[in-house]
């Protein structure tokens, strides 16, 4: 639930930040504004689609809200990535977490890992892509819907998603599901 409200602080400051009330960024997310509210006080999860919606109405990337992890050593800052340096998201209530495992935005190439708990995904809205995305299933199933077909992903398989449309994910297994995501231009 912290980590919940802290989402919403950070949602409700930049939004102020951007001279934006909650009319006007309900509207431009196309969401009632008490939900909105709801997710600022920390009082409802949001999905991955509805983040990216909110990221991109509020003109930032969803990487934007990672919470950052421990500093890296010296000499390994922008190139080495340790497990517990790793800049983390939950998606709090959705059953669904997120690692950056890239050293930076700053190149062309973003890796995440995400993990989807039982009977979780990305939300009822498919997530509009930003550049070409690719991944692999590390465990478990993964079911990916891209433009009204669904493919039922195991682990070992991958898959590569051209660069303009939407797609979502669920896990309808009874064991969380691993995707190790690569996206290009490095944009969350």
Known sequence: MRAQLALGVQIRDLRKSRGMT????????????????????????????????????LDVTVSWFFQEGTQAKPGEAGLIVRKSTRKKFDFHGTGVHEEMLSPSLSGQILLIESTFAPGTGTGDRGRKRQGE???????????????????????????????????R??????EPAVVLWISTPAAY
């Not at 006007?24 to 689609?49: C, H, P």
């Open 169 to 174: 994910c669920f896990n309808s297994s009874s």
């Open 133 to 167: 995305e690719a991944g692999l299933v590390l465990s478990g199933v993964l079911e990916l819907h891209l433009e009204g077909e669904k493919f039922i992903l195991q682990e070992g398989d991958s898959f590569a998603l051209p660069g303009e449309g939407t797609h």
């Open 22 to 57: 909650l009319v006007d960024l309900a509207e431009r997310i196309n969401r009632s504004v008490g939900w909105l509210s709801q997710i600022e006080r920390g009082m409802s999860e949001v999905s991955i689609s509805a983040m990216h919606e909110i990221a991109q109405a």
